[in-house]
């Protein structure tokens, strides 16, 4: 790793201590909240949009709501009406949106070939299992740019893409982690941008949405935080001037140090709700829990409106 050289490493900076107060945060920015509708929200959803508005809210920024479809094969209709139903429950309004990747899917398209004009894309056939089986062979994990199979040498059309973003490193001042610096590949070897499934990755829809809809902050949990390098190179490629703030808060876990998942149905809101669990406890539970320091009364429209008439929240 080169954290001794350029600064801490993302698993370096992993247990940072929250900031005290919003001073780290640019003011007026454009952020977005954007839940993938694979499944129902958890209580890690609440505690990434209790960041999300809280520091829009307290910094003079927008929020923009975007649905991340971009995995056609998991992604649902009714995860969607259901996550859109809990966000109102909760009291979380966006300035703009909802808007989904589905709707468009010109603008990666674009992107995509831009990369390939700067001879950037190629096909790739290597699964996780070829370079488990690499890392096997050879004694250690991949490390660095390429993958296994030298697949951009081959000619291949696919079934995956890749984009050659290079070796080295990007640095970063995160807003709550604080400076950070890491290696742009690392053991996932080049960046693939389309998988097997013929769905763009996460990786690239992202930075093809915040640098089109023009967000300039990005608040995510620190799971997220190895991707950033990636991510910060692939947005320059794409013409980005200036690279966006981006800030990691902490996760909530579970009691066996694994975060929360869609997937393993874990604290899930709708569960919550129907255990008469009110809007305001499952805010402030997360909130706790995520070491959120803003002021929780600047979030959601239910407490803005308590704010502003003078009605506490025991009455």
């Known amino acids: 790793m080169i954290g001794t050289a350029l600064g801490p490493t993302p698993t370096e900076m992993a247990e940072r201590t929250t900031p005290a107060d919003?001073?780290?945060?640019?003011?007026?920015?454009?952020t977005r909240f954007a839940p993938a509708p694979t499944g129902y929200l958890h209580l890690g959803h609440v505690a990434n949009a209790i960041w999300v508005w809280g520091v829009a809210r307290g910094t003079g920024g927008r929020v923009l709501l975007r649905i991340e479809d971009h995995d056609r094969v998991r992604s649902r209709p009714e995860y969607e009406a259901a996550l859109l139903e809990d966000l109102d429950w909760l009291g979380f309004v966006a300035d703009e949106g909802p808007i989904r990747q589905s709707d468009d899917d010109a603008p990666y398209a674009a992107a995509l070939e831009a990369l390939r004009g700067e001879a950037l894309v190629y096909g790739c056939d290597c699964s996780r299992s070829t370079f488990e089986a690499w890392s096997h062979e050879n004694g250690r994990?991949?490390?660095?740019?390429?993958?296994?199979?030298?697949?951009?040498?081959?000619?291949?059309?696919?079934?995956?893409?890749?984009?050659?973003?290079?070796?080295?490193?990007?640095r970063w001042m995160d807003a709550i982690v604080g400076p950070c610096a890491d290696e742009v590949a690392v053991e996932a070897?080049?960046?693939?941008?389309?998988?097997?499934?013929?769905?763009?990755?996460?990786?690239?829809?992202?930075?093809?949405?915040?640098?089109?809809?023009?967000?300039?902050?990005?608040?995510?949990?620190?799971?997220?935080?190895?991707?950033?390098?990636?991510?910060?190179?692939?947005?320059r490629l794409l013409g980005r001037e200036t690279t966006a703030t981006f800030a990691h808060h902490p996760l909530i876990r579970r009691p066996d140090g694994s975060k929360l998942s869609?997937?393993?149905?874990?604290?899930?809101?709708?569960?919550?709700?129907?255990?008469?669990?009110?809007?305001?406890?499952?805010?402030?539970?997360?909130?706790?829990?995520?070491?959120?320091?803003?002021?929780?009364?600047?979030?959601?429209?239910?407490?803005?409106?308590?704010?502003?008439?003078?009605?506490?929240?025991?009455?």
Request: glycine letters at 12%.
């Open 22 to 30: 919003m001073a780290a945060f640019p003011t007026g920015t454009r």
């Open 141 to 170: 994990p991949w490390h660095g740019p390429g993958c296994p199979g030298d697949c951009r040498h081959r000619g291949l059309d696919g079934p995956v893409l890749r984009a050659a973003l290079g070796g080295g490193s990007e």
């Open 262 to 315: 869609k997937s393993s149905r874990d604290t899930g809101i709708r569960d919550l709700r129907a255990s008469g669990r009110s809007a305001t406890e499952v805010i402030e539970t997360a909130a706790v829990a995520v070491g959120y320091p803003g002021d929780l009364d600047e979030i959601t429209s239910e407490r803005i409106e308590r704010r502003d008439s003078g009605v506490s929240h025991s009455e």
């Open 189 to 235: 070897g080049d960046l693939p941008i389309r998988d097997r499934d013929g769905n763009w990755t996460y990786a690239f829809a992202v930075v093809v949405d915040d640098l089109r809809q023009g967000i300039d902050l990005v608040i995510r949990g620190r799971d997220l935080l190895a991707a950033t390098p990636a991510q910060i190179r692939l947005a």
